[in-house]
């Protein structure tokens, strides 16, 4: 069955293409490293050769180039880059060339022209330099794995649900209490040892959690070094494997491990990183870092719902306020959200406001009936 409207999907693409050459331009501006600012720099290009692509199989069906200019998601992203460094951002622009390398196989013209292969490519090369260390991961942002370090490190999505997690927890306490009927200052003082022990628990927890990484990263590569004194014949064996693993043939991969190995300092840097995945430099960053990271995110969130009762307002209209203001909160939480998931802002904005007033209004219920019991 044919296609009964191809100009929708092409303009679709040469977005898609705008938007991947913008943000690249944006990690080549901010990279200090030269190499991997050149490499951001071909990847751009070829996304413009791409979008050119698209642009021409529009006007074979009739339509002018459209002109378009890069998404307000692609513009934010742009700037966290140029503003925070490529780590701050690597992350979330490689989960969507993971997810998007293999949109164009079933496009004809695409296939045609040879730009599946490519799209993978390019897949391929952020996913290499996401997973680097160094300046690619530099700042104290890019540092925080924490609580949600299972979101493939990704900073900006820790920062966000770090404040979520603030917001949601001290605004559910907040209604809980002031369904009790309890008086302004018991609010203010509840969302203040609220907003206090929930940092300080997060803060622990990361310090905890960090620590205990460092600590047995330091035991695995103290174990590296004892087996490259005893068995250094094994440690070049697996080194040449890693090589293999990687796409180097077997006579290019033992020659690089037979003259990585006679440098013991190198070979343990190396041993660490390419088979243990461990930075011997970082050690997964510092806990101190990470818990006063946690703290300030956490802080964040909780804030919002206690506003209007630091700012003395009192009753039904600082209830309403507290509400408004974690409202626009939670929207903006839920559009920021949309910057790693590639989602529509005001959809993500609008779910993350319909969850938070439900875990408000489930907690203002139980406070409600608890007020009403204990009162008589």
């Known amino acids: 069955m044919a296609e009964s409207n191809p100009q929708t999907r092409y303009t679709a693409n040469i ?17 200090v490293n030269p190499q991997l600012a050149g490499i951001y720099k071909k990847l751009a290009d070829v996304e413009d ?25 692609s513009r934010i992203l742009a700037w966290m880059a140029r503003r925070f460094g490529p780590g701050m951002v690597l992350p979330t622009i490689n989960a969507q060339e993971q997810t998007d390398s293999g949109a164009y196989d079933a496009q004809s013209e695409a296939v045609a022209g040879g730009l599946p292969q490519v799209e993978r490519s390019h897949a391929r090369i952020i996913n290499a330099l996401a997973g680097q260390k160094g300046p690619l991961a530099s700042g104290t942002l890019a540092r925080l794995e924490g609580r949600h370090r299972g979101l493939g490190g990704n900073a900006l999505r820790a ?14 306490l907040v209604m809980g209490v002031a369904g009790a009927f309890a008086n302004s200052h018991v609010v203010l003082l509840t969302g203040l040892a ?5 940092a300080c628990s997060m803060a622990m927890g990361e ?4 620590a205990t990484a460092r600590e047995s990263f330091e035991r695995q590569i103290a174990t590296e070094a004892e087996e490259l004194a005893e068995v250094p014949e094994e440690e070049m064996e697996e ?18 491990a037979s003259q ?40 964040a969130g909780a804030i919002f719902p206690i506003l ?36 529509s802002m005001v959809r993500l904005a609008l779910r993350s406001l319909a969850f938070g007033y439900a875990a408000g209004g489930i907690t203002f219920a139980i406070g409600k009936l608890v007020g009403v019991v204990v009162g008589g």
């Open 15 to 31: 977005q898609g293409e705008v938007d991947s050459a913008a943000l690249y331009r944006a990690l080549a501006e901010a990279e």
């Open 49 to 73: 050769e791409h979008a050119a692509f698209w642009v021409g199989q529009l006007k074979k069906i009739g339509h002018a180039d459209p002109s378009l200019t890069p998404s307000r998601r």
């Open 239 to 256: 080194l040449a494997l890693i090589y293999q693993a990687k796409g180097l043939p077997e006579a290019t991969a033992r020659t690089m």
């Open 207 to 210: 310090w905890l959690s960090v």
């Open 260 to 299: 990585l190995i006679t440098n013991k300092e190198s070979a343990l840097d190396t041993l660490a990183r390419e088979e243990l995945g461990i930075d011997p430099g970082e050690l997964g960053g510092s806990p101190w870092v990470a818990a006063a990271t946690s703290f300030g995110l956490f802080a």
């Open 308 to 343: 209007p009762f630091l700012f003395g307002m009192s009753g039904p209209e600082a209830v309403f306020a507290s509400l408004g203001v974690s409202g626009i909160a939670l929207m903006g939480i839920g559009s920021a959200t949309a910057l790693f998931t590639g989602g």
């Open 159 to 172: 920062a966000v649900l770090g404040a979520n997690d603030g917001l949601v927890s001290n605004m559910s």
């Open 194 to 198: 609220g907003l206090a022990a929930g």
